[in-house]
Every structure is written in C-alpha cells, then in structure tokens.
C-alpha cells in the first residue's frame, strides 16, 4: 500500500501552496463506526466527503506463497481498481491563540484478493494523490470558507458516477470491497442507476 507519510507529505506541500497550511492530516481512528447509514451530515463537527480513485493492489500473501514454491520465477497476483474509495472528515477548531486549525482525518477501504481473499490497500501513484488533494481542497473552501470556485464546477462533474453504454459490464468484485461493506464506494451508485435504466427500458 501507499504509505501514510507519503499521502501525507503531499497533503502538506500542496495545501501549503493553496493557502491553508493551518489544515493538518491524519490517520481515521480505527474507533470510528463508518457505516454511511450511521453517519450524519455532521458528526460532533465532523463533515464526511467520499473520494473515488484509481490504484493497483497486490496481494503479498499470494505473492510470497507462490515465490517459495517457484523461486526461480516469482509471481505477482495484482489487480487494477477504478473503485478505490478514499473517506475523509474535516473539522474546523479554535486553537487557544484563538487561531482556526482544520483537522482531516483520511481512510482508505481495503479489498479483497479473489484467490486467497487477503485484504489490503491499493497503491495510488503521486499523480492521482495530488488529484485527490486538488478536489479536497476545493471541497474545503467550499463548505468551510463558502468560497466556490470555478473548478469547483469541474470537481463536482468528476465526482458524479459517469454514463455507462447499455450492456456495458463493470468490473469490480463488491463483495470483496469493504467500502462497498460500509456503504461508501462509487460502485454502489453507479449499479443502482444502472438497475433504475433498465427498469425504465424494460416499461
């Protein structure tokens, strides 16, 4: 998986160059019950945004079980997700200076390897995490400054599931995605409007 520090050392050089360094992130507690139909819109403060991404996963079960039996030829059991479900939570406090410090709390949801069933967090290359970063921060003026900018227009489009030709299958294994399980990945909407077409061609 990406590791924490990297996610977060992009995080810092990038909202500092956007103005708002005194935005801090962090790791969601493991304590937090993030099944959606549990949370509100706020949460003592806390506001919740989902972000869908691109990764790879590899499954290092998989990989070092099968490098011990052929250790000449090592095999890598991996797969590419366009269904990474990134959540976040933001809150705006008063520190005792009585200066505003933002605190974002990150999750990434892991899946599962189809042929051992081992789960883990994809790999997300820089582009896509100052990708991620980009639409955080548009979302954050937003509901916290109620500053919109024109982009904004251009991350709320991203974020909508897009149009599927009819017959066009999905690939994405939801019952190994735990955000699926919680009810946060994209790939829930998108199978829902997909249900709602074909009701409406079927009358």
Request: overall charge positive; hydrophobic content about 35%; some cysteine.
């Amino acid at each position: 998986m990406t590791s924490f520090h990297i996610f977060q050392h992009i995080f810092n050089s990038s909202f500092e160059f956007y103005g708002l360094s005194e935005w801090l992130l962090e790791i969601m507690p493991d304590n937090v019950n993030l099944t959606r139909t549990n949370i509100k819109q706020s949460n003592n403060g806390w506001i919740f945004r989902r972000h869908n991404a691109h990764s790879k996963f590899i499954c290092m079960s998989c990989t070092e079980s099968t490098s011990h039996l052929f250790r000449q030829k090592k095999k890598i059991n991996s797969w590419s997700s366009a269904f990474t479900t990134i959540l976040f939570r933001a809150r705006l406090d008063k520190s005792l200076n009585g200066q505003n410090i933002g605190r974002i709390q990150m999750k990434i949801f892991e899946q599962g390897c189809q042929t051992c069933n081992t789960f883990s967090t994809g790999f997300l290359d820089e582009k896509e995490i100052k990708k991620t970063f980009y639409r955080l921060y548009l979302w954050i003026l937003k509901v916290f400054y109620n500053v919109k900018l024109i982009d904004d227009e251009f991350e709320e489009i991203c974020n909508q599931p897009q149009r599927l030709n009819r017959g066009q299958i999905i690939s994405h294994d939801s019952s190994r995605c735990d955000g699926c399980k919680v009810g946060w990945c994209q790939y829930l909407y998108k199978t829902k409007n997909m249900t709602k077409l074909k009701k409406h061609v079927i009358m």
